[in-house]
């Protein structure tokens, strides 16, 4: 008969119930009497009561307060006068006593995976005197354990690797259960290990739960990951065990199993003979079913008529074979190539070379084609030399370049001027001469880089650059010179022979020995008596002086031609002159000044002189200014006294005005105080060449209406007239209304004049000069009666 996991657990907790019986029997049961136990006003007596440990089921389920154990004392005579009382841990919440009996209960239900044991105190008391009749005694309550946990996995789910085709037994992960019950009672944490899904691929080791493989040569290319499912049960694996599963999975890792395989046995290609070197022609790829390190490819060229023509390399991020050019190709020359390549594992695996080569190889033939390509230059680059004394129009030298295609296209030269922008040189169209056409200076250029253009005459698109290098060979047309420009100082107290300067000379020709100058003083300066010039044979000289006692006072500069000869042929020469300043030098000959003292002191000016000069030029410049203010200040317009206001229209004879436009010319505040009665002024701005002393003084009010009418007549030409400015203008034409309180400038008026010039045209002219008609005109003798 079968049991099932409850009745189990029934059985086992009936058997735990005796076991406790027995223990607290014993302990009822037991004496002690290696601890006497004294009490006031008793005898002494023995302690008659001791105990050890009581057990109890865990996960009890009844509704009844579980049965612990009994307390019990010799002295207790049953009749009640003894109290039990019970401390320690779970005392009153977990466990209680009956004071009277002293059976001790447990009301909750225990768990040994919580707490195993509890320790607690126990005491037997006078119910009267509440003292203690046997002394405080500590005892264990331990938990009795039962199979009520399954085992786990911690640390699932797992996840491993092994190579792929590993023999049979090849360890692959182990994989631990814990079980919380109690490894030292029973069975209830002893677990076993057992697969239930990954057969018969994998195999597990029940008591170590180490997976292994269970089936030789399996291949990564074929399945690559496999799903476990492993059982940890209990109990050694016997029924009613409690059991927990994890899951593992494992993956196959590549080895170099498989060797490289091309898809085809021959491969062609056409390329066209353009193409530049290090161009691709082709990639190609053998193919691997391993991945990473094992599918690593190495390509070489085993056998062809292409190995110097073509190379191949591999691609690291694609392991393709990379066939490049090495050289050009002409199709001329030859129309096909044919290469025989091999791929190989870079690291092929011992264990399966068994299983054949690792290697493989194809036939890639390479078509060329023709294309129509530019003229080529038989030399890639043409060296020349031409004296810089050449004429123009002489040949330098030759280029030649041909057609490469079977149609061979007469070529056609040029320069190209970008290379030769000052158009130095010249080049015969058909024959490739090249000449110069202008002089040639070595010392400006000495080498001319020209590029030569060849073009197809048939194709001017076709195009071959040709390269020259044309060096300027040197003659000696440069004449020697000073190298730099020296300032020389010779002290007042010099010695005669002492070195005040020692020179040297440069020269821009280049001669093939090298320069060798000679210096030497010119006829002129040869028997003077100051200086004297030292060859050095070294290509420099030294000047010295002749005499002492020289003088800033007496002469403060000194010039010293000095006569050059270079060694060329023909040889150059030149006369540089040497500046000589007379300076003041100190004890070690270190040139303190050298100023112009000299110069001020025989022109008998003092300092004094030099001071009045100044102030005369300061006085000259203050002059001229105040003029060019007080000219400045005459141009102003004029400024008229407000309170007088004088209105005048009055501008110089020979001034025309500005027109309609010209607004400057008019006193516009006469307009806006019409009724002011002024006298006549004479002008201020002008003075008239004569003056009409007869002539009466006027005093008038204009009339406000006159002027207003005459305002808005203007208003309304200007309101109606097409070229007016858009701005408004207010232009009067000297219209004086019924008396002009400026009087007339003109001399046509004048009492004195005996001119019998017809006036009365004026009448005719309009308004405007209706003044000058009435005054003028028939009715003149009128005017003056």
């Not at 401390?87 to 002293?102: H, K, L, P």
């Not at 990951?225 to 059991?243: H, P, T």
């Not at 530019?374 to 280029?399: C, D, H, K, R, W």
């Not at 400057?664 to 002008?683: C, G, P, Q, S, W």
Request: with cysteine.
């Amino acid at each position: 008969m079968k049991l099932g996991k409850v009745e189990f657990c029934h059985f086992l907790q009936l058997i735990a119930l005796f076991l406790c019986f027995s223990g607290m029997s014993q302990a009822e049961l037991s004496r002690s009497s290696s601890k006497p136990y004294f009490q006031s006003g008793r005898s002494r007596t023995k302690r008659s009561w001791v105990w050890n440990q009581f057990f109890v089921l865990e996960e009890y389920m009844g509704s009844d307060p579980l049965y612990v154990g009994k307390l019990h004392s010799d002295v207790d005579k049953g009749d009640g006068s003894i109290k039990y009382i019970l401390s320690g841990e779970g005392a009153s919440s977990i466990f209680i006593i009956d004071e009277n009996t002293g059976d001790i209960h447990a009301t909750k239900r225990l768990d040994r995976e919580e707490q195993a044991y509890y320790t607690l105190r126990a005491q037997a008391l006078d119910r009267l005197t509440n003292k203690p009749v046997e002394p405080e005694s500590e005892f264990v309550i331990k938990i009795q354990d039962i199979n009520d946990n399954e085992p786990k996995f911690l640390d699932g789910p797992y996840t491993a690797g092994v190579p792929e085709m590993s023999p049979v037994g090849t360890s692959v992960v182990q994989v631990t259960a814990t079980d919380a019950d109690d490894p030292t009672y029973g069975n209830s944490a002893r677990v076993v290990y057992s697969i239930l899904q990954g057969q018969p691929y994998f195999s597990v080791e029940p008591k170590t739960g180490v997976i292994k493989t269970a089936l030789p040569n399996m291949d990564r290319e074929a399945k690559d990951q496999y799903l476990l499912v492993i059982q940890a049960k209990d109990m050694v694996g016997q029924n009613g065990g409690l059991s927990g599963t994890t899951s593992v999975t494992v993956t196959l890792t590549d080895v170099n199993d498989n060797p490289p395989r091309f898809p085809r046995r021959s491969y062609q290609y056409n390329v066209p003979e353009s193409l530049p070197v290090a161009s691709v022609v082709a990639r190609i790829k053998a193919a691997d079913a391993d991945i990473g390190a094992n599918a690593e490819m190495e390509y070489k060229i085993v056998d062809g008529d292409g190995l110097g023509i073509f190379k191949i390399s591999v691609d690291k991020d694609t392991q393709e074979g990379i066939i490049t050019i090495q050289k050009e190709l002409d199709f001329e020359t030859k129309t096909s190539y044919t290469l025989r390549i091999e791929a190989a594992n870079k690291d092929a695996d011992p264990r399966f070379l068994s299983l054949g080569p690792f290697s493989d190889t194809t036939t890639v033939k390479i078509i060329v084609e023709d294309v129509d390509e530019p003229p080529v230059f038989s030399a890639p680059l043409y060296p020349m030399e031409v004296s810089e004394a050449t004429q123009v129009g002489n040949i330098i030298g030759t280029v030649a370049a041909h057609d490469p295609d079977s149609s061979n296209s007469p070529v056609r030269y040029s320069i190209d001027r970008n290379t030769d922008l000052e158009r130095y040189f010249n080049i015969d169209a058909n024959s490739g001469v090249i000449t110069t056409a202008k002089s040639l200076d070595r010392e400006t250029n000495a080498v001319h880089n020209i590029t030569v253009l060849a073009m197809e005459s048939q194709n001017p698109s076709q195009v071959g650059r040709g390269y020259v290098a044309i060096t300027i060979l040197d003659i000696n047309d440069n004449a020697p010179e000073f190298a730099t420009d020296y300032e020389t100082t010779v002290c007042e107290n010099a010695q005669p022979g002492q070195v005040i300067q020692k020179i040297s000379a440069v020269d821009k020709d280049e001669p093939s020995n090298g320069h060798q100058f000679y210096f030497s003083l010119t006829t002129d300066a040869t028997n003077n008596h100051n200086f004297s010039l030292k060859d050095n044979k070294d290509n420099t000289a030294s000047v010295l002086t002749r005499r002492n006692g020289f003088r800033r006072q007496e002469q403060s500069v000194y010039y010293l031609p000095i006569f050059i000869v270079d060694s060329g042929t023909p040889s150059l020469s030149s006369t540089n002159t040497l500046t000589i300043r007379v300076c003041d030098c100190d004890a070690d000959g270190i040139a303190q000044t050298c100023n112009a003292e000299a110069y001020v002191l025989p022109a008998g000016l003092s300092t004094g002189a030099l001071i009045a000069i100044l102030a005369c030029v300061l006085t000259l410049l203050v002059l001229i200014l105040l003029i060019v203010t007080m000219r400045r200040r005459k141009k102003e317009p004029l400024i008229f006294d407000e309170e007088r206001d004088i209105r005048e229209n009055i501008v110089r004879y020979d001034d025309e005005g500005g027109g309609e436009e010209d607004t400057e010319a008019f006193d516009m505040a006469a307009l806006r105080n019409l009724n002011v009665i002024r006298d006549t002024k004479t002008r201020r701005d002008v003075t008239p060449e004569i003056q009409f002393l007869s002539r009466p003084t006027f005093k008038s009010i204009p009339d406000n209406v006159i002027f207003r009418e005459f305002i808005w007549e203007r208003l309304k030409e200007a309101d109606v007239d097409p070229c007016a400015p858009p701005y408004d203008s207010l232009q009067t034409y000297a219209f004086e209304g019924n008396g002009s309180v400026a009087e007339s400038l003109s001399s046509l008026d004048s009492i004195s004049s005996n001119s019998d010039q017809n006036y009365d045209y004026l009448s005719d002219w309009g308004p405007r000069f209706k003044r000058l008609a009435d005054m003028y005109g028939t009715g003149q003798e009128s005017l003056y009666s």
